[in-house]
């Protein structure tokens, strides 16, 4: 008996690479936009609001994650969010891992 396996595609994931210092909180207004900019929001799993960096499409392609390395050198830590929703100048990420949290669960709302 043959196996049949599903038919795979390569695709390249576009990654952000971002420090603490870049995010800003949501209650801080952003400066004006150019034409390939957005407002990339990054969900949050503790009590408050989302932070927010502003993005650049590549391509006309918002990032499908962005990638935030944090921590010490002896201790450095990871927190990667997924991109979930693109309106054009509002582009929405989830928590896709983060490497301090032992485990958590993320709810669609």
């Known amino acids: 008996m043959s196996t049949t396996y599903p038919q795979t ?6 990654l952000a690479n971002v420090s603490a210092d870049q995010l800003a909180q949501q209650h801080i ?4 936009l ?7 929001t990054l969900s949050t799993t503790s009590p408050g609001a989302p ?3 502003i993005g650049q499409r590549v391509a006309g392609k918002a990032y499908d994650r962005i990638v935030m390395n944090y921590g010490s050198v002896a201790k450095p830590q990871k927190r990667v969010w997924q991109l979930s929703a693109d309106r054009g100048a509002q582009v929405d990420y989830r928590i896709f891992d983060d490497s301090l949290s032992s485990g958590f669960l993320s709810v669609d709302r």
């Open 9 to 14: 595609t390569e695709h390249t994931l576009l």
């Open 29 to 32: 207004k952003p400066r004006p």
């Open 34 to 40: 150019g034409d390939d900019e957005y407002i990339a």
């Open 51 to 53: 932070s927010y960096v």
